[in-house]
Protein backbone atom coordinates (compact mmCIF):
# COMPACT_ATOMS: atom_id res chain seq x y z
CA UNK A 1 0.00 0.00 0.00
CA UNK A 2 1.26 3.72 -0.51
CA UNK A 3 0.22 7.02 -0.94
CA UNK A 4 2.01 8.41 -3.66
CA UNK A 5 -1.11 8.84 -5.80
CA UNK A 6 -1.30 12.14 -7.48
CA UNK A 7 1.32 14.53 -8.52
CA UNK A 8 5.27 13.86 -7.41
CA UNK A 9 7.05 16.41 -5.90
CA UNK A 10 10.94 16.72 -6.36
CA UNK A 11 12.58 18.07 -3.43
CA UNK A 12 16.00 17.37 -5.08
CA UNK A 13 18.74 19.80 -6.31
CA UNK A 14 18.00 19.27 -9.47
CA UNK A 15 15.88 19.12 -12.18
CA UNK A 16 13.81 20.89 -10.00
CA UNK A 17 9.91 21.29 -10.09
CA UNK A 18 8.77 23.36 -13.04
CA UNK A 19 5.55 25.01 -13.49
CA UNK A 20 2.83 24.40 -15.40
CA UNK A 21 3.31 27.67 -17.30
CA UNK A 22 6.43 26.98 -18.50
CA UNK A 23 5.83 23.13 -19.40
CA UNK A 24 2.67 24.95 -21.87
CA UNK A 25 4.78 28.00 -22.87
CA UNK A 26 6.75 24.48 -24.70
CA UNK A 27 4.05 22.78 -26.13
CA UNK A 28 3.69 24.64 -29.24
CA UNK A 29 5.06 23.77 -33.16
CA UNK A 30 8.46 24.94 -34.27
CA UNK A 31 8.78 28.62 -36.01
CA UNK A 32 10.59 29.76 -38.99
CA UNK A 33 14.26 30.12 -37.25
CA UNK A 34 14.95 33.42 -38.77
CA UNK A 35 11.69 34.98 -38.32
CA UNK A 36 11.46 38.02 -36.65
CA UNK A 37 9.44 36.85 -33.55
CA UNK A 38 12.09 34.40 -32.71
CA UNK A 39 14.96 36.84 -33.01
CA UNK A 40 13.44 39.36 -31.25
CA UNK A 41 12.90 36.34 -28.11
CA UNK A 42 16.65 35.64 -28.78
CA UNK A 43 17.74 39.27 -27.82
CA UNK A 44 14.96 39.37 -24.62
CA UNK A 45 16.44 36.74 -23.55
CA UNK A 46 20.10 37.48 -23.62
CA UNK A 47 19.05 41.44 -22.26
CA UNK A 48 17.45 39.58 -19.18
CA UNK A 49 20.02 36.59 -18.82
CA UNK A 50 22.69 39.67 -17.78
CA UNK A 51 19.68 41.20 -16.14
CA UNK A 52 19.66 38.23 -14.17
CA UNK A 53 23.11 38.12 -13.47
CA UNK A 54 23.51 41.55 -12.54
CA UNK A 55 26.16 42.54 -15.23
CA UNK A 56 26.63 45.06 -17.58
CA UNK A 57 28.70 42.35 -19.82
CA UNK A 58 27.04 39.96 -22.06
CA UNK A 59 25.75 36.85 -21.50
CA UNK A 60 25.47 33.76 -24.42
CA UNK A 61 23.07 31.10 -24.31
CA UNK A 62 24.18 27.30 -25.06
CA UNK A 63 22.31 23.94 -25.74
CA UNK A 64 24.18 22.31 -22.67
CA UNK A 65 23.72 21.20 -19.30
CA UNK A 66 26.16 22.99 -16.74
CA UNK A 67 29.29 20.72 -17.74
CA UNK A 68 28.94 21.97 -21.11
CA UNK A 69 28.45 25.77 -19.34
CA UNK A 70 32.17 25.09 -17.39
CA UNK A 71 33.94 24.65 -20.60
CA UNK A 72 32.55 27.11 -22.79
CA UNK A 73 33.58 29.64 -19.62
CA UNK A 74 37.29 27.92 -19.14
CA UNK A 75 37.65 27.31 -23.27
CA UNK A 76 36.83 31.42 -24.01
CA UNK A 77 39.35 32.93 -21.20
CA UNK A 78 42.01 30.49 -20.61
CA UNK A 79 44.78 28.60 -22.77
CA UNK A 80 47.10 25.41 -22.10
CA UNK A 81 48.81 25.46 -19.37
CA UNK A 82 47.31 28.16 -17.90
CA UNK A 83 47.27 28.08 -13.47
CA UNK A 84 43.91 27.92 -12.19
CA UNK A 85 43.12 28.19 -8.51
CA UNK A 86 39.99 25.73 -7.27
CA UNK A 87 38.33 26.58 -4.38
CA UNK A 88 37.71 22.85 -3.12
CA UNK A 89 33.44 23.18 -1.45
CA UNK A 90 32.60 19.66 -3.13
CA UNK A 91 31.98 17.51 -5.80
CA UNK A 92 30.99 19.70 -8.35
CA UNK A 93 33.95 21.96 -7.73
CA UNK A 94 36.29 19.44 -7.96
CA UNK A 95 34.39 18.59 -10.76
CA UNK A 96 35.01 22.00 -12.56
CA UNK A 97 38.72 21.70 -11.76
CA UNK A 98 39.02 18.27 -13.42
CA UNK A 99 37.54 19.79 -16.39
CA UNK A 100 40.19 22.31 -16.65
CA UNK A 101 42.92 20.05 -16.11
CA UNK A 102 41.67 17.57 -19.11
CA UNK A 103 41.52 20.87 -20.98
CA UNK A 104 45.26 21.01 -19.90
CA UNK A 105 45.58 23.88 -17.30
CA UNK A 106 47.12 23.20 -14.55
CA UNK A 107 45.18 22.65 -11.72
CA UNK A 108 45.69 23.92 -8.03
CA UNK A 109 42.93 23.16 -5.54
CA UNK A 110 42.72 25.23 -2.10
CA UNK A 111 41.84 22.10 0.14
CA UNK A 112 38.54 21.99 2.47
CA UNK A 113 36.29 19.66 4.40
CA UNK A 114 33.13 20.66 2.34
CA UNK A 115 31.68 21.48 5.90
CA UNK A 116 33.07 25.22 6.26
CA UNK A 117 33.66 27.71 3.72
CA UNK A 118 37.17 28.15 2.70
CA UNK A 119 37.89 31.97 4.15
CA UNK A 120 38.78 34.72 1.97
CA UNK A 121 41.66 35.34 4.18
CA UNK A 122 43.16 32.15 2.89
CA UNK A 123 42.37 33.42 -0.89
CA UNK A 124 44.20 36.59 -0.60
CA UNK A 125 47.18 34.72 1.28
CA UNK A 126 47.84 32.20 -1.69
CA UNK A 127 47.38 35.12 -4.71
CA UNK A 128 49.85 37.59 -2.63
CA UNK A 129 52.21 34.60 -2.33
CA UNK A 130 51.86 34.42 -6.12
CA UNK A 131 54.97 37.00 -6.69
CA UNK A 132 54.97 35.98 -10.66
CA UNK A 133 51.34 36.23 -11.32
CA UNK A 134 50.54 32.40 -12.48
CA UNK A 135 47.51 32.47 -11.28
CA UNK A 136 45.27 33.10 -14.46
CA UNK A 137 41.77 32.37 -12.79
CA UNK A 138 40.12 31.02 -9.62
CA UNK A 139 37.32 28.60 -9.99
CA UNK A 140 34.18 28.99 -7.36
CA UNK A 141 31.00 27.39 -7.01
CA UNK A 142 28.14 29.86 -5.44
CA UNK A 143 26.23 26.96 -4.34
CA UNK A 144 27.79 23.83 -3.99
CA UNK A 145 24.61 21.68 -4.86
CA UNK A 146 26.40 18.21 -3.06
CA UNK A 147 27.19 20.18 -0.02
CA UNK A 148 24.58 22.93 0.26
CA UNK A 149 28.03 24.76 1.18
CA UNK A 150 27.60 28.94 0.36
CA UNK A 151 31.24 30.48 -0.84
CA UNK A 152 31.17 34.36 -0.14
CA UNK A 153 31.67 35.31 -3.59
CA UNK A 154 31.84 39.00 -2.66
CA UNK A 155 34.66 38.10 -0.21
CA UNK A 156 36.60 36.15 -2.60
CA UNK A 157 36.80 39.09 -5.41
CA UNK A 158 37.54 41.72 -2.50
CA UNK A 159 40.71 39.03 -1.45
CA UNK A 160 41.44 39.41 -5.52
CA UNK A 161 41.29 43.39 -5.12
CA UNK A 162 43.02 43.46 -1.84
CA UNK A 163 45.98 41.19 -3.17
CA UNK A 164 46.42 43.19 -5.85
CA UNK A 165 46.48 40.00 -8.63
CA UNK A 166 44.87 39.95 -11.94
CA UNK A 167 43.66 36.62 -11.92
CA UNK A 168 39.90 36.18 -13.32
CA UNK A 169 36.88 35.33 -10.65
CA UNK A 170 34.83 32.28 -12.36
CA UNK A 171 31.56 31.43 -10.87
CA UNK A 172 29.31 28.78 -11.03
CA UNK A 173 26.01 29.80 -10.20
CA UNK A 174 23.91 26.84 -11.35
CA UNK A 175 22.58 26.08 -7.91
CA UNK A 176 22.42 29.83 -6.93
CA UNK A 177 21.41 32.10 -9.67
CA UNK A 178 17.44 33.09 -9.16
CA UNK A 179 17.37 31.30 -5.66
CA UNK A 180 20.34 33.55 -3.30
CA UNK A 181 21.72 37.23 -3.66
CA UNK A 182 24.36 37.40 -6.90
CA UNK A 183 25.84 40.61 -7.86
CA UNK A 184 28.37 39.82 -10.91
CA UNK A 185 29.68 43.48 -11.26
CA UNK A 186 29.57 44.60 -7.77
CA UNK A 187 31.42 41.71 -6.39
CA UNK A 188 34.41 41.70 -9.15
CA UNK A 189 32.89 38.08 -10.86
CA UNK A 190 34.42 38.19 -14.07
CA UNK A 191 32.62 34.95 -15.84
CA UNK A 192 29.66 33.34 -14.57
CA UNK A 193 28.34 30.70 -15.52
CA UNK A 194 24.57 28.87 -14.99
CA UNK A 195 21.74 26.51 -15.82
CA UNK A 196 17.95 25.42 -16.49
CA UNK A 197 16.96 23.41 -14.19
CA UNK A 198 17.84 24.64 -10.42
CA UNK A 199 16.03 27.82 -9.97
CA UNK A 200 15.17 29.13 -13.16
CA UNK A 201 12.43 26.73 -12.77
CA UNK A 202 12.69 24.71 -16.35
CA UNK A 203 13.90 21.35 -17.94
CA UNK A 204 17.27 20.45 -18.40
CA UNK A 205 19.07 22.15 -21.44
CA UNK A 206 20.27 25.21 -21.20
CA UNK A 207 23.54 26.52 -20.12
CA UNK A 208 24.25 29.98 -19.56
CA UNK A 209 27.84 32.62 -19.56
CA UNK A 210 27.87 35.79 -18.75
CA UNK A 211 31.43 37.96 -19.55
CA UNK A 212 32.54 40.81 -17.79
CA UNK A 213 35.09 43.64 -19.49
CA UNK A 214 37.99 41.67 -17.75
CA UNK A 215 36.54 38.63 -19.21
CA UNK A 216 36.05 40.17 -22.88
CA UNK A 217 40.02 41.05 -22.61
CA UNK A 218 41.04 37.35 -21.70
CA UNK A 219 38.94 36.48 -24.44
CA UNK A 220 40.87 38.04 -27.22
CA UNK A 221 44.28 36.07 -26.21
CA UNK A 222 42.91 32.57 -25.33
CA UNK A 223 44.47 29.82 -27.01
CA UNK A 224 41.68 27.14 -26.36
CA UNK A 225 38.74 28.75 -28.38
CA UNK A 226 36.65 26.31 -30.37
CA UNK A 227 33.93 27.01 -33.08
CA UNK A 228 30.97 26.10 -30.85
CA UNK A 229 32.16 27.73 -27.75
CA UNK A 230 33.37 30.48 -28.94
CA UNK A 231 32.00 34.19 -27.99
CA UNK A 232 32.97 35.79 -30.91
CA UNK A 233 31.69 33.25 -33.26
CA UNK A 234 28.48 33.70 -31.42
CA UNK A 235 28.80 37.90 -31.42
CA UNK A 236 27.87 38.04 -35.09
CA UNK A 237 24.86 39.67 -36.77
CA UNK A 238 23.52 36.25 -38.10
CA UNK A 239 20.73 34.78 -35.77
CA UNK A 240 21.37 31.88 -36.33
CA UNK A 241 25.20 32.18 -34.97
CA UNK A 242 23.49 32.91 -31.48
CA UNK A 243 23.49 29.44 -31.24
CA UNK A 244 25.77 27.71 -33.54
CA UNK A 245 23.25 26.41 -35.26
CA UNK A 246 19.28 25.73 -34.97
CA UNK A 247 17.88 27.61 -32.09
CA UNK A 248 16.23 25.49 -29.40
CA UNK A 249 13.35 27.24 -29.83
CA UNK A 250 10.90 25.25 -27.41
CA UNK A 251 13.50 25.90 -24.35
CA UNK A 252 13.39 29.42 -25.79
CA UNK A 253 10.11 29.64 -25.35
CA UNK A 254 9.81 27.84 -21.59
CA UNK A 255 12.68 30.47 -20.59
CA UNK A 256 10.63 32.90 -21.41
CA UNK A 257 7.77 32.11 -19.63
CA UNK A 258 10.11 31.49 -16.55
CA UNK A 259 11.77 34.85 -16.36
CA UNK A 260 8.43 36.08 -16.81
CA UNK A 261 7.39 34.75 -13.50
CA UNK A 262 10.44 35.41 -11.88
CA UNK A 263 10.10 39.21 -12.92
CA UNK A 264 6.38 39.59 -12.24
CA UNK A 265 7.15 38.05 -8.79
CA UNK A 266 9.91 40.65 -8.16
CA UNK A 267 13.06 39.57 -7.58
CA UNK A 268 13.27 41.16 -3.88
CA UNK A 269 10.32 38.75 -3.33
CA UNK A 270 12.02 35.75 -5.55
CA UNK A 271 15.10 35.78 -2.61
CA UNK A 272 12.70 36.43 0.24
CA UNK A 273 10.70 33.36 -0.39
CA UNK A 274 13.98 31.14 -0.98
CA UNK A 275 15.37 32.40 2.32
CA UNK A 276 12.46 32.00 4.40
CA UNK A 277 11.15 28.27 3.24
CA UNK A 278 15.39 27.13 3.49
CA UNK A 279 15.33 28.59 7.11
CA UNK A 280 11.60 26.56 7.59
CA UNK A 281 13.60 23.50 6.46
CA UNK A 282 16.04 24.46 8.94
CA UNK A 283 13.97 24.89 12.01
CA UNK A 284 12.96 21.19 11.26
CA UNK A 285 16.19 19.50 10.76
CA UNK A 286 17.24 21.46 13.97
CA UNK A 287 14.50 19.54 15.89
CA UNK A 288 15.03 16.29 14.16
CA UNK A 289 18.38 16.78 15.22
CA UNK A 290 18.39 16.89 18.96
CA UNK A 291 18.60 12.85 19.32
CA UNK A 292 22.20 12.99 17.36
CA UNK A 293 20.91 10.80 14.84
CA UNK A 294 22.01 13.31 12.07
CA UNK A 295 22.74 17.06 11.37
CA UNK A 296 23.52 19.90 9.05
CA UNK A 297 26.14 19.07 6.96
CA UNK A 298 27.33 22.43 6.62
CA UNK A 299 28.50 23.54 10.31
CA UNK A 300 28.20 27.34 10.31
CA UNK A 301 24.99 29.17 9.94
CA UNK A 302 26.08 31.78 7.54
CA UNK A 303 27.65 28.79 5.21
CA UNK A 304 23.95 27.03 4.72
CA UNK A 305 22.49 27.97 1.21
CA UNK A 306 19.24 29.26 0.96
CA UNK A 307 18.93 26.63 -2.14
CA UNK A 308 18.94 23.24 -0.94
CA UNK A 309 20.35 21.65 2.40
CA UNK A 310 22.36 18.14 3.01
CA UNK A 311 21.78 16.53 6.21
CA UNK A 312 24.56 14.37 7.48
CA UNK A 313 22.82 11.03 8.71
CA UNK A 314 24.74 9.07 11.78
CA UNK A 315 24.31 5.53 12.22
CA UNK A 316 21.55 4.77 9.49
CA UNK A 317 20.99 4.34 6.00
CA UNK A 318 19.64 7.89 4.31
CA UNK A 319 19.17 5.58 1.13
CA UNK A 320 16.03 3.89 2.67
CA UNK A 321 14.75 7.46 3.70
CA UNK A 322 15.27 8.26 0.24
CA UNK A 323 13.28 5.22 -1.02
CA UNK A 324 10.62 5.08 1.35
CA UNK A 325 9.53 8.63 0.96
CA UNK A 326 9.33 7.92 -2.93
CA UNK A 327 8.14 4.56 -3.43
CA UNK A 328 5.32 5.08 -0.91
CA UNK A 329 4.70 9.10 -0.56
CA UNK A 330 5.72 10.61 -4.21
CA UNK A 331 8.63 12.36 -3.00
CA UNK A 332 12.25 12.56 -4.40
CA UNK A 333 14.80 13.53 -2.34
CA UNK A 334 18.70 14.75 -3.39
CA UNK A 335 20.95 11.64 -2.76
CA UNK A 336 24.77 12.17 -1.38
CA UNK A 337 27.19 12.79 -3.99
CA UNK A 338 30.74 12.21 -3.94
CA UNK A 339 32.12 11.13 -0.54
CA UNK A 340 28.54 11.49 0.46
CA UNK A 341 27.23 8.91 -1.25
CA UNK A 342 25.26 6.22 1.37
CA UNK A 343 26.08 8.84 4.53
CA UNK A 344 23.63 11.86 3.84
CA UNK A 345 20.47 13.16 1.46
CA UNK A 346 19.49 16.95 0.39
CA UNK A 347 15.83 18.43 0.85
CA UNK A 348 15.65 21.29 -2.42
CA UNK A 349 14.22 24.54 -1.61
CA UNK A 350 14.79 26.29 -4.79
CA UNK A 351 13.20 27.28 -7.80
CA UNK A 352 9.48 26.63 -8.33
CA UNK A 353 8.51 25.94 -4.48
CA UNK A 354 6.10 27.74 -1.86
CA UNK A 355 5.10 26.75 1.60
CA UNK A 356 2.96 23.76 1.21
CA UNK A 357 5.03 21.96 -1.37
CA UNK A 358 7.97 22.63 0.73
CA UNK A 359 5.66 21.66 4.35
CA UNK A 360 4.56 18.71 2.67
CA UNK A 361 7.97 17.34 1.84
CA UNK A 362 8.95 18.34 5.24
CA UNK A 363 5.96 16.16 6.69
CA UNK A 364 6.85 13.09 4.18
CA UNK A 365 10.68 12.85 5.60
CA UNK A 366 9.20 13.01 9.06
CA UNK A 367 6.74 10.66 8.29
CA UNK A 368 9.63 8.23 6.75
CA UNK A 369 11.66 8.57 9.80
CA UNK A 370 8.68 7.20 11.49
CA UNK A 371 7.95 4.65 9.63
CA UNK A 372 11.56 3.42 9.30
CA UNK A 373 11.87 3.69 13.11
CA UNK A 374 15.13 6.11 12.90
CA UNK A 375 15.52 7.97 16.17
CA UNK A 376 14.82 11.58 15.88
CA UNK A 377 13.81 14.71 17.93
CA UNK A 378 9.91 14.78 17.35
CA UNK A 379 8.13 18.38 16.01
CA UNK A 380 10.39 19.48 13.21
CA UNK A 381 7.59 20.14 10.77
CA UNK A 382 5.28 21.43 13.87
CA UNK A 383 8.47 24.26 14.19
CA UNK A 384 8.77 24.78 10.36
CA UNK A 385 4.85 25.76 10.74
CA UNK A 386 5.85 27.80 13.92
CA UNK A 387 8.88 29.79 11.71
CA UNK A 388 6.45 30.54 8.69
CA UNK A 389 3.81 31.69 11.46
CA UNK A 390 5.95 34.12 12.74
CA UNK A 391 8.07 35.29 9.73
CA UNK A 392 4.66 35.62 7.12
CA UNK A 393 2.57 38.55 8.85
CA UNK A 394 -0.59 38.57 7.77
Not at 8 to 14: D, F, K, V, Y
Not at 72 to 100: I, R
Not at 140 to 161: F, M, N, P, R
Given at each position: ?????????L?????TN?????L???????????????I?????L???????????????I?I??G??A?????????????K??V??SG???L??????A???M????????W?????????????RA?K??A??A?????????S??LT??????Q?I??????A?L??????????V??????W????????????L???P?????A?????????S??????P?????AR???A?????A?????????????????????G????LL?H????????????????????????V????R???V???????W?????????????????G?G?????????????M?????????G????????????????GA??V?A????????V??
Amino acid sequence: MTVRGGRELLASPGPTNIPDEVLQAMHRPAVEIYSKPLIALTDSLLRDLSRLFRTAGRSYIYIANGHGAWEAALTNVLSKGDKVLVLESGKFALDWGDAAARLGMDVEVVPSDWRHAIPPEEIERRLRADKGKAIKAILAVHVETSSSLLTDIAGVGQAIKSAQHDALLMVDAVASLGCVPFEMDAWGVDVTMSGSQKGLMMPPGLGFVAAGERAREAHSKAALRTPYWDWTARDGDAHYVKYAGTPPMQMMFAMRQALDMLFAEGFDNVLLRHRLLAQAVRSAIEVWSKRKTMDFYVVEPAARSDAVTTILADGWNPEALREYCDAKCGVTLGRGLGRLNGKAFRIAHMGHNNAPMVLGALGVVETGLRALGITHGAGGVQAAIEFLGDHVKA
